[in-house]
């Protein structure tokens, strides 16, 4: 059995090699750090916003930017049971989740330019029956 013998003391090449491939590795770091935190201020549109209201048995809340592109509708009950939540927006598509809390995503423009507010909406249903319609009015 050959035995490998292992040194710890560095020729002068190999020193001069390891300080470069240090440098080379600080400096890739550092570039990598400045190009994600580019991403992270660009990312966001300014236009993006948030808007959430409440009603008697259900919160609303919507993701949106600018006046019709609507991104998700999360719709949650207050008092934490579950029921058949609906979210609809413009036009009704009847999405349905039996839940106490869920998120619809929607990802796409609705309604026309110029034709006055948008309202995006929840739904509660239990027992069959509607409790309540909730919207959020997007400016």
Not at 34 to 44: E, H, N, P, Q
Not at 68 to 92: K, M, N
Request: glycine residues 10%.
């Amino acid at each position: 059995m050959k035995k490998l013998r292992i040194s710890t003391h560095l020729g002068r090449d190999q020193a001069t090699s390891t300080a470069f491939n240090r440098w080379r590795f600080v400096a890739t770091a550092a570039a990598l750090a400045a190009v994600s935190a580019m991403g992270l201020v660009t990312a966001a549109p300014a236009s993006a916003a948030a808007k959430q209201t409440c009603g008697r048995l259900i919160c609303v809340a919507t993701a949106y930017q600018g006046t019709r592109y609507v991104q998700d509708i999360t719709v949650t009950t207050r008092d934490g049971l579950p029921g058949t939540l609906r979210a609809f927006a413009g036009d009704y598509r009847g999405s349905k989740a039996n839940d106490d809390s869920h998120v619809f995503y929607v990802n796409r423009e609705l309604g026309q330019p110029g034709s006055g507010r948008l309202a995006v909406c929840g739904g509660l249903d239990r027992g069959g029956r509607v409790l309540e319609n909730h919207c959020v009015l997007i400016p």
